[in-house]
T-cell receptor, first 115, second 117 residues
Framework: AQSVTQPDIHITVSEGASLELRCNYS??????LFWYVQSPGQGLQLLLK??????LVQGIKGFEAEFKRSQSSFNLRKPSVHWSDAAEYFC?????????????FGTGTKLQVIP | GAVVSQHPSRVICKSGTSVKIECRSL??????MFWYRQFPKQSLMLMAT?????????EQGVEKDKFLINHASLTLSTLTVTSAHPEDSSFYIC?????????????FGEGSRLTVL
């Protein structure tokens, strides 16, 4: 079965600093990969996704992620963090499971942004 | 596009009562919907996969008689927490995949906070 690891439970960065959130997955083939963001008490919003092709994908709100097959990683990056980026971020993988895509989420990384 | 609406957003009930949560895809058809449970400061735990017109597929450890799922149409799935107890208090989130799409992209509802007294 596939699994997703987000090694950083909590990250604090200064506003304007760069950000990288780590994500590693375990699966025999290349799954579909996603990053979602969740604000407190809210559902999840898709930031970006990777299906195939260019390994560097651009998302909303200035985020990007790079798929590295050799490292089974899909790290999320942003060059300059804004205070509104404070939220919880979830990496997810989707694999085909009997006619639909079964999605597995990582444990999440909570981002705190300080002035 | 691809909006999922969940209702109610918050519900408080007494122990022993049943609570129904609705998940609707507003502008698309969803043959498959998913129900997740999220404990405080934890990730989303998949409870069950809801397929339109058929029985839901429950994940291991999830009581199907406790968490009744009905997916009667291509735009509506419901989760009923039966005989709720305080330990059922949690944040429940539904999501849907576009019918015919096979990419795994999920569209999430806003979540429902259940508090059982």
């Amino acid at each position: 079965a596939q699994s997703v690891t987000q090694p950083d439970i909590h990250i604090t960065v200064s506003e304007g600093a760069s950000l990288e959130l780590r994500c590693n997955y375990s699966y025999g083939a290349t799954p579909y990969l996603f990053w979602y963001v969740q604000s407190p008490g809210q559902g999840l919003q898709l930031l970006l996704k990777y299906f195939s092709g260019d390994t560097l994908v651009q998302g909303i709100k200035g985020f990007e992620a790079e798929f590295k097959r050799s490292q089974s990683s899909f790290n999320l990056r942003k060059p300059s963090v804004h205070w509104s980026d404070a939220a919880e971020y979830f990496c997810a993988v989707a694999v085909n499971s009997g006619g639909y895509q079964k999605v597995t989420f990582g444990t999440g990384t909570k981002l705190q942004v300080i002035p | 596009g691809a909006v999922v609406s969940q209702h109610p957003s918050r519900v408080i009930c007494k122990s022993g009562t049943s609570v129904k949560i609705e998940c609707r895809s507003l502008d698309f058809q969803a043959t498959t919907m998913f129900w997740y449970r999220q404990f405080p400061k934890q990730s989303l735990m998949l409870m069950a996969t809801s397929n339109e017109g058929s029985k839901a597929t429950y994940e291991q450890g999830v009581e199907k008689d406790k968490f009744l799922i009905n997916h009667a149409s291509l735009t509506l799935s419901t989760l009923t927490v039966t005989s709720a107890h305080p330990e059922d208090s949690s944040f429940y989130i539904c999501s849907a995949q576009l019918a015919g799409a096979n990419t795994g992209e999920l569209f999430f509802g806003e979540g429902s906070r259940l508090t059982v007294l």
